[in-house]
């Protein structure tokens, strides 16, 4: 029993690690742009069919092939949000840009069925079927791995905040969009650029997900953007380090009732959600409601 | 008032005796009334000029669809809390029509019985629902609808002693030869259909949608005013889920089959929001007209690519082309143009932003009783419209 | 003669900002009284307290003597109060008309009477009434507009019009001539002393020094978030303590301030 327990919460631990990185994506997207990103749970799932697509096709390590992917992936973070998200405008701003971002994850996720079709692919390497024996468990070096990767990028995320000036354009648009363009900052161009990365994690993410996991297709993104939804809520939409925290204590959390229930683990994701809304309506990090509606 | 000044009273009401006025030429009226008869006649007689099979599901497919747009709507587009877990009522509905059947041993044409069962199932399922998800901001409350369907999808595949799970649930068995079952399920969409928007439009011209609206825009500002938001919210989002579980309960029982895909189907509410979008979010007809170019187009898409994932990403797209380019909607966008041109027609100057249609004022403006001929006093009726009898010192506020 | 409207001890802060400290004001029934000071004195926030936007720290809101600290804005104004924004909330894709309908489906005649929800919305009483204040504050022409549409200055009287729909005893305006033309600004005053002389009482916060001196009874001054004045405009005008808290003490003035 200990020793389940132990494994769950490690197992928690690890794949938080990965959840926190696509979150923190998702919340930064909404903090700097004010929308939610519908599309990012499809996204990531077309990060792990593009790595999946190297893999196979070129046969490139996993990890290596993120310098494609990640870049790649950036770039059309980019041009969806300019093309797609930046001309809206009027009252009706946020719920368009929802629905927009909602059919764009359609249009990905159908192109994704027809170049891939709806069989489950795993992404695979040599390692990722290899664990080493470690703390008396055996985990498996992709996990070990993956972990590592988001916590790396997390990092980098967070160090780009708080010590470039571009980090700092960010956290003013975040804090005040007028005022952050009354003094110089480039809007649209951060707005743009931040979707891009938003983005660009999720090729990460996409790849750790489809290797550690047992498989995915294009219709695995619901299920993920649910969880990463329900995550960045309870955080507090716009908490960085609220989605972080959001992230490992929720899939431990799920880990652990995974032993009794497995079933209903995702059920409590969504019983969390509605519990800390009940509580604290603005989640559990989240500023006071400041913007109008 | 505390004892007035009483000379803008005396306008006021010396001018109430004013006959009622339209935007558009007297014979307009009447040339709507009579498209609308029109129309109704057209729909009525439908089923029976065409019998082919294709067509008359298509027909009541799209008048599923048209009753949940509008009931949708009724309260996303009049409270401005979009939500996309309305699917949770429309399988809701669907799946206690189906388990009541099977428990309570129903058979054959007793199974309408449960239509209504199943409106009051989705209701009730609305209220804690509603509780939970209203009390948030409006981007939290998308998510929790999100939320709150996949809970519902979930317990479908998994509650397998209630809902069979991956088997489904199928509906009793109608000893009605395919013709006549098409045409009967047709005249029962269609009512439905029509009841919806007459409910929609109901509660566009009241009190209660004057609340609603309120809301829309300010939320607070409603509040400090005096009214109640959450059981003014509660009460159109029981209503728009009773409404949307019925149509579910009606579709289950036409299709004769519900899964948990089928049943709690996230593609649902995207074409919900897309056909109210498409049409004008808010106005009364608008989801119906939405509906009535979406669905026709979506089933012929399947027909025709019998890749399914193409007609996906082409909803998709539509979509992406709706809200990038038709924000408003058709309606809205169609009427300002509508009212402008006859503007230049009319030379009038200065005619009040509220196109008049036929539906009571249904494009986006949203102008449910903001005529001011409606209101039948003077001071703005007489604006630039010349025929007035008023002193000129209509307004005593300058232009600022 | 005990006050309409008084707070007394009102205490607010904001993270490490104390917006209020000790604020103690009185409304006399039947009168206009300001509330001036420099930027960030807490006069909004005042407002806010006392309209149920905020809630204090410390001290009590009375009113028509009882005790409303802490209220909710909907009962503040169900119970009489009245409160205009700096920056304009209306509901700007309702019509002009149905802005004001909104306000009198809500009269606060203090009854619960049941209204029929499906009754088509604006009775003709309702609409009389709205377009007779709508008149008096001389938006009537814009009545089947977009209230979105209206100018900043036609706004602010739209706020007013629709404030008054519930006949409140006391009415709080927010800067109410802040950004709107001279003459507008002078119809303001007209219309004020006009409700003011059927009996209805005024809580002005005010930048505009004519339209505050000329206009009212009685003046509150307020600075670092507490009373440092009150009295009448002629006072007030000379006060050195006023001076001091909208200029600042000269570095080299001997008399201490206050």
Redesign the interface.
């Known amino acids: 029993m200990g020793t389940e327990l132990t494994r769950a919460v490690i197992n928690g631990i690890l794949g938080g690690g990965i959840y926190a990185l696509m979150a923190v994506g998702l919340t930064l997207i909404f903090g700097v742009l004010d929308i939610i990103n519908i599309a990012q749970g499809v996204m990531v799932i077309l990060g792990a069919y593009l790595s999946y697509a190297l893999s196979v096709h070129l046969h490139l390590d996993l990890f290596l092939g993120l310098l494609i992917t990640v870049p790649a992936m950036f770039v059309i973070g980019v041009i969806i949000q300019v093309a797609f998200i930046r001309p809206l405008h009027g009252s009706e701003r946020t719920s368009m840009s929802l629905l927009a971002s909602y059919a764009v994850a359609i249009i990905i996720e159908g192109a994704l069925y027809l170049f891939f079709g709806p069989n489950y692919v795993t992404l695979n390497a040599s390692y990722v079927n290899k664990s080493v024996y470690l703390l008396g468990f055996h985990l498996p070096y992709i996990d070990l791995y993956g972990f590592a990767l988001a916590v790396v990028l997390v990092a980098a995320i967070y160090v780009m905040l708080y010590r470039t000036t571009f980090g700092r354009s960010i956290r003013a648009t975040m804090q005040d969009r007028t005022a952050a363009m009354l003094v110089g900052v480039d809007v649209n161009r951060v707005a743009a650029l931040t979707y891009g990365i938003g983005v660009a994690v999720t090729a990460a993410g996409g790849m750790i997900f489809g290797a550690s996991g047992g498989g995915f297709n294009p219709n695995s993104g619901y299920d993920l953007i649910s969880r990463l939804l329900a995550l960045i809520i309870l955080a507090g939409l716009g908490s960085i380090g609220g989605a972080l925290v959001a992230s490992m204590f929720m899939l431990t959390l799920e880990s652990i009732v995974d032993i009794w229930q497995p079933n209903w683990s995702i059920a409590v994701f969504y019983a969390a959600l509605v519990l800390v809304l009940l509580i604290k309506p603005t989640g559990l990090f989240g500023r006071q409601a400041a913007r109008a509606q | 008032?505390?004892?007035?000044?009483s000379p803008?009273?005396g306008?006021?009401?010396a001018a109430?005796a004013r006959h009622r006025k339209s935007v558009g030429w007297p014979a307009g009226r009447a040339a709507q009334a009579g498209l609308i008869v029109l129309a109704l006649v057209a729909v009525v007689i439908f089923p029976l000029a065409f019998t082919n099979q294709q067509v008359s599901t298509i027909a009541f497919l799209t008048l599923i669809f048209v009753c949940a747009a509008v009931a949708w709507n009724l309260f996303s587009g009049y409270s401005?809390y979009?939500s996309?877990g309305h699917a949770v009522f429309f399988g809701s509905g669907a799946y206690a029509a189906g388990i009541a059947a099977r428990d309570w041993h129903i058979t054959g044409t007793a199974e309408f019985a449960l239509l209504p069962f199943a409106a009051v199932v989705a209701a009730l399922i609305a209220v804690p629902f509603g509780l939970?998800a209203l009390?948030?901001?409006?981007?939290?409350f998308?998510?929790?609808t999100?939320?709150?369907f996949?809970?519902f999808q979930?317990m479908a595949f998994?509650l397998t002693g209630l809902t069979n799970g991956t088997i489904g649930l199928n509906a009793p068995f109608l000893l009605w030869d395919p013709v006549s079952f098409d045409q009967r399920f047709y005249y029962m969409a269609l009512v439905l259909a029509l009841g919806t928007v007459a409910i929609s439009w109901?509660?566009k011209?009241?009190?209660?949608?004057?609340?609603l609206?309120?809301i829309?825009?300010?939320?607070?500002?409603?509040?400090?005013?005096?009214?109640?938001a959450m059981p003014v919210k509660l009460?159109a989002f029981v209503i728009s889920g009773g409404i949307t579980g019925l149509a579910g309960a009606l579709w289950f029982f036409f299709i004769n089959q519900v899964l948990p895909q089928s049943g709690f189907d996230?593609?649902f509410d995207?074409t919900v929001?897309?056909m109210a979008?498409l049409g004008g979010?808010g106005t009364v007809t608008g989801p119906m007209l939405g509906a009535l170019i979406i669905e026709p187009a979506q089933q012929y898409l399947t027909t025709q690519f019998s890749?399914s994932?193409?007609s996906?990403?082409l909803?998709?797209?539509l979509?992406?082309a709706v809200?990038?380019f038709l924000?408003r909607g058709l309606i809205p966008t169609v009427a300002a143009k509508g009212s402008g041109w006859l503007e230049q027609r009319r030379g009038r100057q200065d005619v009040?932003?509220?196109g008049e249609d036929g539906d009571g004022g249904a494009d986006g403006?949203?102008?449910?009783?903001?005529?001011?001929a409606e209101?039948?006093?003077s001071?703005?009726a007489d604006?630039g419209s010349g025929d007035t009898s008023a002193p000129a010192a209509?307004?005593?506020?300058?232009?600022? | 003669m005990t006050a309409l409207l008084s707070t007394a001890g009102i205490a607010k802060a904001f993270g490490g900002v104390q917006a209020l400290d000790d604020c103690s004001v009185e409304v006399q029934e039947a009168s206009i009284t300001g509330l001036i000071g420099p930027n960030g004195s807490g006069k909004t926030t005042l407002f806010n307290v006392i309209t149920g936007y905020e809630r204090p720290d410390a001290g009590q809101v009375q009113f028509a003597g009882r005790d409303i600290t802490g209220y909710a804005p909907q009962r503040v104004f169900a119970a009489g109060i009245g409160r205009t924004f700096q920056l304009t909330r209306i509901f700007p894709r309702l019509t002009v008309l149905e802005n004001m309908i909104v306000a009198a489906q809500h009269t606060g005649d203090g009854s619960r009477r049941f209204r029929n929800p499906l009754a088509r919305a604006g009775g003709a009483a309702d609409r009389r009434r709205a377009m007779e204040l709508l008149d008096f504050t001389g938006i009537a022409a814009h009545a089947g507009k977009l209230a979105g549409t209206l100018s900043y200055g036609q706004r602010k009287l739209l706020e007013l019009s629709y404030v008054l729909v519930a006949d409140p005893a006391i009415v709080l305006l927010d800067e109410p001539a802040g950004g709107v033309n001279p003459s507008l600004v002078n119809q303001l005053s007209q219309r004020i002393r006009e409700l003011n002389a059927a009996g209805k009482t005024f809580l002005i916060v005010e930048h505009n020094m004519e339209f505050v001196m000329g206009l009212c009874h009685h003046i509150a001054v307020l600075d670092y978030g507490t009373v440092v004045a009150a009295g009448p405009p002629s006072d007030i005008r000379d006060d050195p303590r006023v001076l001091d808290a909208y200029l600042g003490t000269a570095e080299d003035d001997d008399e201490p301030a206050a």
């Open positions: 008032m505390t004892g007035q000044a803008p009273a306008q006021a009401a109430g401005g979009i996309l939970v009390r948030v901001r409006r981007h939290t998308v998510v929790i999100i939320a709150i996949f809970i979930l998994n109901l509660i011209g009241s009190r209660f949608g004057l609340q609206r309120a829309r825009d300010d939320e607070d500002r409603a509040a400090s005013l005096g009214v109640r009460t996230p593609l995207l929001a897309l979008f979010l890749n994932y193409l996906q990403i909803l998709g797209a979509f992406l809200v990038l924000p009040p932003a509220t403006t949203d102008a449910g009783i903001g005529s001011p209101a039948g006093t001071a703005a604006a209509t307004s005593k506020g300058p232009a600022s």
